[in-house]
């Protein structure tokens, strides 16, 4: 069965450095979603993409966030300037283009930790 | 925006017991109710899901119900057993084929089988 994947799967990083976390969404997918979850705590939106652009975005997702697909496959999220509270674990999602098909499939998630 | 609350945040049971939990929504145009089971350290598993135009749904042990009127979903698990240990999260949105619709999730239940 086509899974969602994710690299690294821990990250370590020092305070204002920049990380890029990648996904492999499920190949036929058309939709795709970064979320977080900070530890003990519920999954939380950040960012959904379509048709390459940006959907819709959370109040987290500010200016030091970006997301690109920069081909076929993979699909980044870039935090430009890390802080300490950006640590977390970061979930890629996809869900496919069939008409009534509103899964969404999580991939194995990147530990993020700011130091 | 959407608000989804979750109740219990921690339940405990015998196995062969069954386990309810509940989730609350505030959007009406909300209409796909996933449920998602995430055991530690790992990615969250769609289990079951529901669309607002039914109002139960069954799986084996697993059923959800939901009353739109009251913007209010329940999962229910018969036959509890340790492997269903793990923590449990609702979710709400508002799907619709060609929009990348966001999750919005519950606090979490963290449901313990005991022997």
């Known amino acids: 069965e086509p899974e969602v994947t994710q690299t690294p799967s821990h990250q370590v990083t020092q305070m204002g450095q920049e990380v890029i976390l990648r996904c492999v969404p499920i190949?036929?997918?058309?939709?795709f979603y970064w979320y977080r979850q900070i530890l003990g705590q519920k999954v939380e939106f950040l960012v959904s993409?379509?048709?390459?652009?940006?959907?819709?975005k959370s109040e987290i997702f500010d200016d030091q966030f970006s997301v690109e697909r920069p081909d076929g496959s993979n699909f980044t999220l870039k935090i430009r300037s890390t802080k300490l509270e950006d640590s977390a674990m970061y979930f890629c999602?996809?869900?496919?283009?069939?008409?009534?098909?509103?899964?969404?499939?999580f991939g194995p998630g990147t530990r993020l930790t700011v130091t | 925006g959407e608000n989804v609350e979750q109740h219990p945040s921690t339940l405990s049971v015998q196995e062969g017991d069954s386990a309810v939990i509940k989730c609350t929504y505030s959007d009406s145009a909300s209409n796909y109710f996933p449920w998602y089971k995430q055991e530690l350290g790992k990615r969250p598993q769609l289990i079951i899901d529901i669309r607002s135009n039914v109002g139960e749904k069954k799986d084996q042990r697993i059923a959800v119900t939901l009353n739109k009127t009251a913007k209010h979903f329940s999962l229910h698990i018969t036959e509890t057993q340790p492997e269903d240990s793990a923590v449990y999260f609702c979710a709400a949105s508002k799907a619709d084929t060609g929009t990348a619709s966001k999750l919005t999730f519950g606090t979490g239940t963290r449901l313990q089988v005991t022997l």
């Open positions: 993409f379509y048709n390459n652009e940006i959907s819709e």
């Open positions: 999602a996809s869900r496919g283009g069939e008409t009534l098909l509103y899964e969404q499939y």
């Open positions: 190949s036929n997918h058309l939709y």
